[in-house]
């Protein structure tokens, strides 16, 4: 055995086959369809190198399967290559089923429905149509809950009526917040694991910026069948007139309608990111919700001017018009419509990190407008919220985060030398600063299915529990599968 072993080394390969981790699956809309039947998409990260075939079951009135073969894309295919650096991307696949197929089908990667798995489509929130809703990055070892607290009421007040935040871990001040929104109908939160380690492989350092793109694609999914118009954008990221002295309730749906009006070929808009000049809420004292305001605003003076070419960082889609969104960019468009880029001195966001005490080039800007508006709507907010509102939260602290930004800015530096350690990710990155800080993270357990030579694998007993430390979410383990090959 051992000598066939060595003398088949020369020559022996490795074929693991799809692997497929199901973020979520979707009925598509009906209003999204320009032929007749029934369709669903699942969404599901995998392996960006290989191909994944899906085959898709479902009953017909005679009792038979009906079998077709999803169409599957890889979400920036067309945008990006696939590497072997950042591997795993997520994709979507459509199925074509029978108009009978109300609340469940089955998948495979195989066409034998012997090799076929169950699938439940999560059922469409049953919401009023929404006319802009922000779909935000996921919440990862976030405890500055101040700029939280800014960004939805800034969206809030600027015309937006529900916010979607996916949370791996976040502390517990700032996910109680987001409950407190949740309660009043403003907030939607959306649970968002690690994902698990293969017998070869771990997928959370082979995805591009812990997985914002996936969450993004799972994001508008989610909200497509309620909402026109979905804002993709970090915590710390607003969109605001050019003057922003010039502020009034209601000006970002405006702006967007404009532009959508002026370009009706517009699938989705890229705008660029000015960076303003970003002093923080005083820290030092006892901070509660109740004198929590929004004067420190005041105190940014100055933006980044128009004159800096910036890549487009920041999206804005038509929700019918695209199904995927990049980091910085649209992916899949649908019926002939495409991306448009907004010149910066048309429209911008404005991004206020932590680390801008000064920003290069420089234009004046008075934000008083904006901090006595929001100050405003804050008094009326702060009455409904529960006994925690007089709590002293926690000081937001950024000192254990010093190696991930180091680590963040190394592999950038790396991309310059066209060789590269690893993809860029957080969770290829190692604290030394051990901190047990205040924290909950979302934990869960996966099931697989075994399908042909494939697998598929299903997140079960997805819940909120106190974190890791250093903040961080666990590694959920493999409970349950149907096969003694792991996957």
Known sequence: MWAMKNIGDTFLRKDINTRQIILGSFWRDEREQNVDGRFAVIHFLGDGRIEHPLYCFSIQANNRYLITRATVQRIHRGKRASSDICSWAGHIAECDLDVHAMKEFKISTTPNVEDAMLVTPEAPLREARHDMVVCMAPMYIYTDWEILVTGIELWLAMGATKVVVPVQSAS???????????????????HWPKWPIMSDTNPNGLVLSRGIEESHVNCLFFVKPWADIVVFSDIDDF????????V?????????????????????????????????????????????????????????????????????????????????????????????????????????????????????????????????????????????????????????????????????????????????????????????????????????????????????????????????????????????FAP
């Not at 404005?350 to 004046?364: A, F």
Request: charge should be positive; proline fraction near 6%.
């Open 239 to 246: 969109l605001l007139p050019l003057d922003p002295s010039t």
């Open 248 to 484: 009034s309730p209601g000006d970002n749906l405006q702006i967007l309608r404009n532009l959508f009006a002026e370009h009706p070929q517009a699938g989705s808009l890229l705008f660029e990111h000015r960076d303003v000049q970003f002093v923080p809420p005083n820290r030092q004292e006892d901070q509660s919700l109740t004198n929590f305001n929004f004067e420190f605003l005041r105190n940014s003076k100055n933006k980044m001017n128009c004159n800096v070419w910036r890549m487009k960082t920041r999206v804005v889609v038509n929700a019918s018009r695209v199904d995927s969104v990049n980091m910085h960019e649209t992916g899949i468009h649908r019926f002939g419509y495409v991306q448009t880029r907004i010149p910066c001195r048309q429209a911008h966001f404005y991004h206020l990190r932590h680390s801008h005490n000064t920003v290069p080039s420089p234009t004046p800007i008075n934000m008083s407008p904006l901090a006595d508006m929001l100050n405003k709507q804050w008094q009326t907010r702060i009455e409904s919220f529960t006994s925690m509102k007089s709590e002293v939260l926690n000081k937001t602290n950024t000192e254990y985060l010093e190696d991930f930004d180091r680590c963040m800015g190394a592999i950038n530096d790396e991309h310059w030398t066209m060789k590269v350690s690893r993809c860029l990710t957080p969770h290829v990155c190692f604290s030394r600063l051990r901190r047990d800080v205040d924290c909950v993270a979302v934990a869960s357990e996966y099931e697989f299915y075994r399908s042909g030579k494939g697998y598929f694998m299903n997140p079960i007993n997805i819940r909120v529990q106190k974190s890791e430390v250093n903040c961080e979410s666990p590694v959920p383990p493999f409970t349950s599968g149907n096969h003694y």
């Open 172 to 190: 517990s001040a700032t996910y109680r917040i987001l409950q407190e929104y949740e309660k009043k109908g403003i907030v939607i939160i959306r």
